[in-house]
């Protein structure tokens, strides 16, 4: 259990993505620490599900529908999320995913793979599949923090972008997801400088290999199982594990809590078991 940062206590907090797993975590501990979270979710009943966990256990929360590219739907959460607890202190840029038509079945490209009509190549992806991942994890980043950072001027403010250990070093089959997350730490970077002189923070979280919905069948058979795409991770996560949404939370609140990394921005931090620290030898 995190300590109680009393600073953070009726501050406001938005997630984007906060219906899901790990964003659903992040929202419920920030709600802990005392703060007022609005859950925006693409899937209504998936932010109020959280909302009402936030809710049993004392805490503020509002659930919010909101497309996060849709300039107009986030304005309109934004309005709402104003007129109900006040300007935003903390934006969590969470909303993500992937596609099958961003992807490819095969890690590498073989000659028989152009053959086949049962693996998805290179060749294979649509231009609408790849844009619809970029989009939903760089343009679903960017909307938002234009859109709710604009009252943070002169208010001070605090942004965390979502990124991922496959920014730096992208993994194989899922390249639109991959070129999207490098784009989001780099906009991190921009984001930090340009807002610097307006006093808000903007940094990101990298995380490793996670199981949530949308990456539970990729990684793990029906059985529970791993599957040899998951066995490759153990292989090369020194810690031996996938990670579990409290391992967030920790580094979640340190960048959020003004005291303790005040003088943090512009960074991506990885919580990732040791994924990128390991060669492989």
């Known amino acids: 259990m995190i300590t109680i940062h009393e600073n953070l206590k009726d501050k406001v907090a938005v997630v984007t993505g906060g219906g899901g797993i790990l964003c659903g975590s992040m929202a419920k501990e920030l709600a802990r620490q005392g703060m007022k979270v609005a859950v925006l979710?693409?899937?209504l009943e998936a932010a109020e599900l959280v909302v009402a966990d936030i809710k049993k256990v004392g805490g503020v929360g509002l659930a919010v529908a909101?497309?996060?590219l849709d300039v107009e739907s986030v304005k309109a959460a934004e309005?709402?999320?104003f007129k109900t607890f006040g300007v935003c202190d903390l934006l969590v840029n969470g909303a993500g995913g992937?596609?099958?038509?961003?992807?490819?079945s095969n890690e590498t490209l073989k000659p028989e793979d152009l053959t086949s009509e049962q693996l998805n190549t290179f060749f294979d992806m649509t231009i609408e599949g790849f844009c619809f991942v970029f989009n939903l994890n760089f343009i679903g980043t960017f909307i938002p923090t234009q859109?709710?950072?604009?009252?943070?001027?002169?208010?001070?403010?605090?942004?965390?972008n979502i990124s991922s250990m496959s920014a730096p070093c992208p993994m194989t089959k899922v390249p639109a997801y991959s070129a999207a997350k490098a784009a989001v730490s780099n906009f991190t970077q921009w984001l930090a400088v340009h807002m610097a002189d307006v006093n808000i923070r903007v940094n990101a979280i990298a995380p490793g290999f996670f199981l949530t919905d949308q990456n539970r069948k990729l990684l793990t058979n029906e059985d529970g199982?791993?599957?040899?795409?998951?066995?490759k991770?153990?292989?090369h996560t020194p810690m031996r594990r996938f990670g579990k949404p409290e391992d967030l939370l920790g580094t979640?609140?340190?960048l959020v809590d003004e005291t303790a990394s005040g003088f943090v921005t512009g960074v991506t931090i990885p919580v990732d078991g040791g994924f990128m620290a390991y060669s492989g030898v």
Do not use: A
Not at 225 to 231: A, G, I, K, Q
């Open 79 to 81: 309005l709402k999320v």
């Open 66 to 68: 909101c497309n996060v």
């Open 233 to 235: 991770i153990m292989e």
């Open 252 to 254: 979640l609140i340190w």
């Open 147 to 160: 859109v709710f950072s604009k009252r943070m001027v002169g208010n001070s403010g605090n942004i965390i």
């Open 41 to 43: 979710d693409l899937r």
């Open 225 to 231: 199982s791993l599957t040899p795409r998951s066995e």
């Open 98 to 104: 992937n596609h099958p038509q961003g992807t490819t």
